[in-house]
């Protein structure tokens, strides 16, 4: 998650570690009716986690609706994260609406919210626009997604067993002890694929991930960028 302000708090110029951060939430509070999107969302993290101040879903979701209605795309997600249901009793379920906040994220390029979009197809049994989403955020470093699509491109109606060795090539190496269903996985393929193919698998799998996106890198930016 993110906490980024763009010339909204003039400060001394000192480090996070020297803010409390009960003093940043009241800072930022002094700002919630600036207007600006950043403040709104960094607000709703506070309240959403209970930083610096006692936890608030329901005023979370506030913060996160303002920041989201001024076009912000993390905070759009998190409006979404909600409505799916992450708090339950916060506020009402409404999965397309849901559906509708999380695809903002996702078209900018938030990882986690491609791969939520990815889950919402593949509920609702569009395999085909689930395994776009995923292989974006695949391609970012999303394991989970990259795990639901190795599944896909060897179960599929069209399977592509090269793809999915490659991608449980990639799992196996991010896990410092893959999983016995993963290894099982692989050995399936390896009976099926000839020295060829692997060899192909493992040059798509040396060229499968392309980055983060910069949306991606803010979200993960943690405290510290404040």
């Known amino acids: 998650y993110l906490l980024i302000f763009s010339s909204i708090i003039s400060l001394s110029p000192v480090t996070a570690e020297e803010i409390s951060k009960e003093v940043m939430f009241t800072r930022l509070s002094a700002l919630a009716t600036s207007g600006n999107a950043d403040v709104k969302y ?3 993290m506070f309240l959403n986690n209970g930083i610096g101040t006692a936890r608030d879903n329901k005023a979370a979701f506030q913060y996160f609706s303002e920041a989201a209605d ?10 979404g994260c909600y409505l799916a249901g992450q708090f339950p009793g916060a506020v009402p379920v409404n999965e397309a609406d849901a559906h509708k906040f999380k695809m903002r994220a996702a078209e900018a390029g938030y990882d986690l919210a491609q791969f939520d979009v990815g889950m919402h197809f593949a509920k609702m049994r569009d395999s ?6 995923w292989e974006r955020a695949s391609r970012q470093g999303n394991m989970a997604a990259t795990a639901y699509l190795s599944n896909y491109f060897s179960n599929s109606s069209s399977p592509n067993l090269v793809k999915s060795y490659a991608l449980a090539l990639l799992l196996k190496a991010t896990m410092p002890e893959p999983s016995k269903q993963l290894l099982a996985h692989m050995a399936q393929l390896e009976t099926k694929l000839s020295a060829e193919q692997q060899l192909e698998s493992e040059v798509l ?7 983060k996106t910069p949306l991606s890198v803010k979200a993960q930016s943690g405290i510290d960028a404040i």
């Not at 085909?128 to 989403?133: D, E, F, L, R, Y």
């Open 42 to 44: 960094n607000l709703g």
């Open 70 to 79: 001024l076009g912000h795309e993390l905070a759009s997600y998190k409006v």
């Open 128 to 133: 085909q626009n689930a395994a776009i989403w």
């Open 205 to 211: 799998r040396a060229s499968w991930l392309t980055g």
